[in-house]
């Protein structure tokens, strides 16, 4: 099992540079769901007997990530109508090569931890890449569904760095799992605010200005 | 100095005559995904024979760098391919370090090219060059990253050892495969296809490769698009050779892989260019960017 | 040694001989100038060579009453390597530039006792000097032939004292050149506190007992000084205007030689300091990548051609440093094959380098000769005009980017061996692996820089009259190009060739327990032979199918193809800034450049990031704050007599302080 496991850790990483190399945010929250949907896989990949514990683990972070949080991402650029990207603070080719200094960091660093108990020792650095990705994407996008997909793959991050650590501290997933409530307070937020741009304000009292 | 096997020998010559199926191939791929016939497997055989039989304009500002360029193009593609093991096994010509030999021959090659098409002096072929050289600076590292991968599996900087003859480490699959897609990637933009450019358009403002080479007729021209179908059919032995795992059989049953490589390699080919769309220019350094970072994790990977 | 005295003496009696004879006719005082000059570089080298032959290093001593100990010169394997370039482009330069300056002399009949022979003067005094740096065997020979080198280099870059570019790009140099010995002079008395005597003999016999702290001190001033003078990012500002500005046969000396003085300073330093920590290495490598990459790419963004190529030397110093580095960290991880092959590969891109690159700077003077004009915008069409010329500068273009079969290809292949052996196993960080991309990058840019280049001013149609009316000098000329050209060949036709002359070299920096070069690699070198004679068959037999194919069709001339358009003139030829525009648009603000675009013009404009950026606003800084200074200059004689009083006091007030035994 750890090969597949392996196997479905390098397509996070993967995933995470579609993210940095794409312009198209549909594209972008396809990645998110694959990812979503790998990190779902990972718990059963990485301890193959069945637990309570895992398959809840499982099949909750996979119907967040991979379904809940995206459809929800896919109605807000509906409702926001946008598409793209506009051209972010540091171009397309600067933050891929960001993150493949990223990826090199990475992978240095996590072999110095002091971290025991690491099923696979790729767990560690990509969990490590999947957080600094996160970090770019965040900070370098303008627009905010970007920065929310930024947000989400930092998240991401922290819960596979919780997947280490699950066996001696169950409910560390469970709570990174409820920082997904957050990604959803944040997507209300841009539609709130693109309404807000649009009429200049949230009230509703102004709403009746809109009469005729 | 030990002489080469007889099977490398014959396997450079079966490379070098059977290059121009490759283009048949990708073409015949392409028609059938559009639901046409299309034209047969050996159709550039055929466009190669009637182009050596034309005659030749030259443009009057043209010099000697023009006449040479086609022929220095297709003697260093050849003489790149003898380094490749193609059998297999071992190639003609075999030294420590000779990939970089061989990305430099075909850079040689790329070098005249370009000069040639600055000699016409048409403002297209300038562009054409200007792009050429653009974007091969981008693809060039990322081959090499896919180098240094291959190298360190096989503890030696030698193509006969990295694509043949040295054993891999036993978990590297998924590396392999990972540095394959990437020199896959690359070698679509290194051989000009889509998405990287489009050997089929007709606009000279769109074109790559082929707006350098517009001033080229006759035998010059023939040379030209059969070193294109070679060193398309090269990268498709690397390819292969990168993902089956080492060392395999070799002699003559690789001169069956050989082929089979050139077939499949040619269909996938076929398949890109006919479900993806050619990238915007602007794009074209991102996508090359994506392609190598994709070798350089499999670097990392190796190095942890 | 005699020999090597005497050529030198020979080499300086060629310069005092053209201020002497001034007043004699021209051609008379070249040709003495001419002969003085080169039979004194044949006689230096056969010294040099002698050394490379039979192994043994020779030397020479005076004693001294000057302060600062004996005067030592020798030549051991590393000196004579230098010594050879030295020389033998020296001579080559030396030829070429009279021919420039007879030209000159013929244009301004006027000025003519004036402007030549203090550059011919100037010119023998700058070869002695670099000869004496490189085999200097004390710290003051060393450190006074470093300063008439400076000098006499100066004098040679404002040779055209009208132009204001000239003198401003003069005074760059100085300014730089100065902070480089300024360097050199505190690292050398830091290294010298703990030595006998000022000989580089005591200074290796000092380094064991040195802390990692003094060490570290002497390595970092060591880069800095040598640094300026080798023209390493960010320390190369000065280096474009200074070799746009001086005469084309200096340029090519200064390119090809004068910086290589800054890579020889590096070797010797390490060389006398032995045992070098691994800190060291890497800094040195990632120096020589940030140095070639962004000198090329800084390369590309030029439209003279001359500033162009001294960029170029920037990268190519990058990629002799990526060569060094390799090689100190074969010395710190105790592999003497890897140290062998890293400072072989620096030596003999040391030595390419001074070939193809004063090659390609001929070139680029012949071409200004002819045309008037350094702006490639201006240029097209020369291969026609000037076919030798363009042949010379084809084959060093060729073999700069590092194209096989030439000499360029060498080197840089031995480069690319040393960094993958660097990240062998065995090493715990295998980072030198990532400068094997950086290195192909460096080489994918050269490439489309070069085609720039060549494209653009030798071939399609004159963009100007100037380049229309262009015309080729007589055999004279282009016959010191032929030469170098013909090197280029040799050199990477028989790669075994360069790797014999460098191999002691490296042996001798590679330490006590030196290994040879490996075999795989001599083996690898005969292959490249073969390579290139099957390249010639396989493109002979394609040229003679190509020939008969041809023969019995028609061949027709017609203009250039215009995609439907009749009118095409030479203004709608794709000019230098479109053709580099793409790539430099990827690399953004790190390019430099300032692109003007509007619907129907491009313009960009390079500017230096280093002096335009830092240096500049770095100097007005400086200038500000010593105006502040001015109060203590009141022009009053007892005031300057109170200042003396006080430093007197001063300095008897520190030994009474701090009492050494000395």
Known sequence: MTSLSELALLLVVLSNFVVLGTSRLSACIRAIALQGLLLGALPFLLHPVMSVHTVSLGIGTAVVKAGILPWFLRWAIREAAVRREVEPRIGYMASMILGAVALAIAFGVASALPLELVETDLLVPVALVTVMIGLIVLTTRAKAITQVVGYLMLENGIYLFGLTQSQRVPFLVEIAVLLDVFVGVFIMGIVVFHINREFDSISSERLTELRD | MTLPPLTAVIALLVVVIAAPIVAGVVSRTKAIMAGRRGAPLWQLYADLWKLMRRGLVYSTTTTWMFRLAPVMLVATTIVAASLLPLDGRGSLLRFAGDAVAFAYLLALGRFVLVLAALDTGSSFEGMGASREVTFASFVEPGLFIAVAALAVMAHDLSLSAMLGAAPRPTDATTVSVMVAASVFMLALAECSRVPVDDPATHLELTMVHEVMVLDHSGPDLAMILYANALKLALFAGIIVNVVLPQPRAGGWLGIAVLLGSVVAVGIAVGIVESVMARLRLPKVPLYIAASSALALFGLVLLLR | ?662
């Not at chain 3, 003496?9 to 004879?21: N, P, Q, R, Y």
């Not at chain 3, 040195?284 to 003279?304: K, P, R, Y």
């Not at chain 3, 000499?407 to 031995?414: M, R, Y």
Request: hydrophobic content about 55%; glycine content about 10%.
């Open chain 3, 1 to 662: 040694m005699t020999l090597f005295a005497i050529g030198l003496g020979a080499i300086v009696a060629g310069g005092v001989s053209a201020a002497l004879t001034r007043r004699a006719r021209g051609t008379t005082s070249d040709l003495l100038y001419q002969l003085l000059v080169v039979s004194g570089c044949a006689i230096a080298a056969a010294d040099a060579a002698r050394v490379l032959v039979s192994r043994t290093a020779l030397s020479l001593s005076g004693r001294s009453t000057v302060p600062g100990g004996d005067w030592i010169v020798g030549i051991d394997a590393l000196s004579a390597v230098f010594l050879l370039a030295v020389l033998g482009v020296g001579a080559i330069c030396a030829l070429f530039g009279t021919q420039d300056l007879a030209r000159a002399r013929a244009a301004h009949p006027e000025r003519a006792h004036r402007s030549t022979w203090p550059a011919q003067l100037a010119f023998a005094l700058l070869v002695t000097a670099i000869a004496l740096v490189v085999t200097a065997g004390s710290v003051v020979v060393f450190l006074g032939a470093w300063e008439v080198m400076a000098i006499s280099s100066y004098v040679l870059i404002v040779t055209h004292h009208e132009e204001e570019e000239v003198r401003r790009a003069g005074l760059i140099y100085l300014v730089a050149t100065h902070t480089a010995t300024l360097a050199l002079f505190v690292m050398f008395a830091a290294w010298q506190s703990g030595a006998t005597d000022w000989s580089f003999a005591a200074l290796a016999a000092a380094s064991p007992s040195l802390g990692t702290g003094a060490t570290a001190a002497i390595i970092l001033l060591a880069l800095v000084g040598f640094g300026f003078k080798a023209g390493v990012v960010p320390l190369h500002f000065w280096l474009p205007p200074a070799h746009a500005a001086a005469p084309s046969h200096v340029s090519a000396l200064m390119s090809g030689i004068v910086i290589k003085t800054g890579i020889y300073g590096v070797l010797r330093v390490l060389l006398l300091l032995g045992d070098v920590p691994s800190w060291c290495g890497w800094l040195i490598l990632g120096l020589g990548v940030a140095s070639g990459v962004l000198g090329v790419l800084w390369a590309l963004a030029q439209h003279d051609t001359k500033r162009l190529l001294a960029f170029h030397s920037v990268e190519n110093i990058g990629i002799i440093l990526m060569g060094i580095g390799v090689g100190v960290i074969g010395l710190a991880r105790d592999a003497p094959g890897l140290a062998t092959l890293g400072f072989a590969a620096a030596l003999l891109h040391t030595v390419n380098h001074a070939v193809f690159k004063s090659l390609l700077f001929l070139g680029a003077g012949a071409v200004y000769r002819a045309t008037g004009t350094r702006n490639m915008e201006e240029l097209g069409g020369l291969a026609r005009r000037m076919p030798w010329t363009w042949l010379g500068f084809l084959v060093g273009a060729a073999a700069i980017v590092g194209l096989p079969p030439l000499n360029g290809f060498v080197s840089e292949w031995l480069v690319y061996q040393g960094l993958f052996l660097a990240g062998e196993p065995v090493a715990t960080p295998r980072l030198a692996l990532l400068g094997i991309p950086m290195l192909a990058l460096i080489g994918a840019l050269a490439l489309a820089c070069f085609a720039k280049v060549a494209g653009v001013v030798f071939l399609g149609t004159p963009r100007t009259l100037h380049a229309a009316s262009a015309m080729e000098g007589r055999l004279g000329s282009h016959a010191p190009m032929l030469l170098l050209a013909a090197a280029c060949v040799v050199l990477g036709v028989v790669p075994t060739l360069g790797i014999a002359l460098v191999e002691d070299a490296a042996q001798q920096m590679a330490g006590a327990n030196a290994a040879p070069i490996s075999a795989a690699v001599i083996s690898g070198a005969r292959t490249i032979s073969m390579m290139t004679v099957s390249l010639v068959v396989v493109g002979g037999v394609f040229w003679w199918i190509r020939s008969l194919l041809v023969r019995e069709r028609s061949v027709r001339r017609e203009a250039t193809w215009g995609c439907g358009y009749a009118e095409a003139t030479p203004r709608m030829q794709y000019t230098a800034s479109s053709f580099a525009s793409p790539l430099l648009s990827v690399f953004g603000a790190l390019s430099g450049v300032h692109v003007e675009r509007t619907s129907t013009s491009l313009h960009t404009h390079p500017k230096d990031l280093v002096l335009d950026g830092v240096a500049r606003p770095l100097w007005d800084r400086l200038r500000h704050a010593a105006l502040r200074l001015r109060g203590i200059q009141q022009g009053r004689l007892h005031l300057y007599l109170l200042y003396v009083m006080a430093a007197l006091l001063v300095l008897l007030a520190y030994l009474a302080l701090f009492p050494r035994a000395r």
